[in-house]
């Protein structure tokens, strides 16, 4: 019997192979990440079925699996535990064996049991489509092949079979641990590859993820696009969706003389988002201009700077020797930017603390306020007015 679309020209063939895997990747991020790891919102039955039929399909990926591995790597992230942190296994590993990685910690027993709860465990999971792992993927090239011939319709299907491994296994869990810019300082090493999440879905925004687990919407600037976020509104608003949780929005009123409990609670659902503030305000704006100082002065003392400056403004980890004797280095050569240093770090001090009640957070965050004002430096000084500021911005609906 001859395939239905055999006479179709070779870019026809790459554009159903992209289609196909675009699916596949609106499947991973929009159902297993979003929906069923971190339970960010909540999907229509018939949908949900179809993303995890499609999956079966196009990965002989099992829900519980993922989303245990995944939520092992959060908890983990970074340490000997974690999966696939390519700050442990290496970039090389991380970024080519992922989906060997992968597969390792989704046998593991332990794993399952721990991190694997809420996962689908119907009828069809259990009869279809956990024990038939393999028969999801060998239907899949039946039915290519019936469509498109035994040559185009072999290259699609190992198009689709690779997609997932590379991208999601080596890609995100790889590169997004390892190369890009980063937005929120974070104990971990996540980083957005690039601000248009559109050949992944959206996870290309790794460390906006990171620094929001629970949100939906990974994009954080008004610059960053995220495509799965684009199809959940779009789900939402023909009923098929529901958000639950998604990340807290500053907004700034009026200067205030003093810190009042809007400032308390924007400060502590927000505080990530006010380190990012803090960094790009006062930070990066001190650091340009001690850097051109320098420049003008010695050569050898801008280089210093230069190599400190990644743990200066964006937070990046000083757990190793080298890299906090390049922060001490560095902060030795510029005092405003030393004096700029300390006070964040005795701004995230006031956030870590436990606080017994929301006037202790009130009068710390307000001691500080008193002592960036009379630090001298008018960047601080500028900071703790806009910190006084704060409000928590009401999130629309989708």
Known sequence: MPALFSELPWWAYALCA???????????????????????????????????????????????????????????????????????????????????????????????????????????????????TYLGPALMLVVNVGLFGMAAGFFVWLTQMLWIPFWAAGVINGLGHFFGYRNYELEDASRNIVPWGLVIGGEELHNNHHAFAGSAKFSSRRWELDLGWGYI?????????????????????PARPHCDLDT???????????????????????????????????????????????????????????????????????????????????????????HPSAESLRRALEEWCRAAEQSGCHKLRDFSARLRSYRLQTVAAV
């Open 18 to 132: 992209l289609a196909m895997t675009h699916i596949t990747i609106v499947s991973v991020t929009v159902y297993l990440h979003r929906h069923m790891a971190h339970r960010s919102l909540e999907l229509h039955p018939a949908v949900s079925h179809f993303f995890r039929f499609w999956l079966w399909l196009t990965t002989g990926m099992v829900t519980r699996e993922w989303i245990a591995v995944h939520r092992k790597h959060h908890a983990t992230v970074e340490s000997a535990d974690d999966p696939h942190s390519p700050q442990v296994h290496g970039i090389a590993k991380v970024l080519w064996l992922g989906a060997f990685l992968y597969h390792r910690a989704s046998h593991d027993q332990q794993t399952l049991r721990q991190y694997g709860h809420g996962a689908p465990d119907d009828w069809v999971e259990r009869h279809i489509y956990t024990p038939g």
């Open 233 to 253: 509104s779009l789900l939402a608003r023909l009923g098929l969706a529901k958000v639950r949780r998604r990340a807290p929005q500053l907004a700034e009123g």
């Open 264 to 354: 308390v609670r924007a400060v502590a659902q927000a505080h990530i988002q006010v380190a990012a503030h803090f960094a790009r305000e006062v930070m990066g704006r001190i650091y340009r201009d001690e850097a051109r100082a320098l420049r003008r002065k010695s050569a050898r003392a801008y280089r210093v700077l230069r190599r400190g400056r990644r743990f200066i403004v964006r937070g990046a980890r000083t757990h190793d020797e080298q890299s906090r004797r390049r922060l001490r280095d560095a902060l030795a050569l510029a005092p405003s930017l030393a004096r700029a240093y300390a006070m964040k770090q005795r701004l995230h001090e006031i956030w870590a603390r436990k």
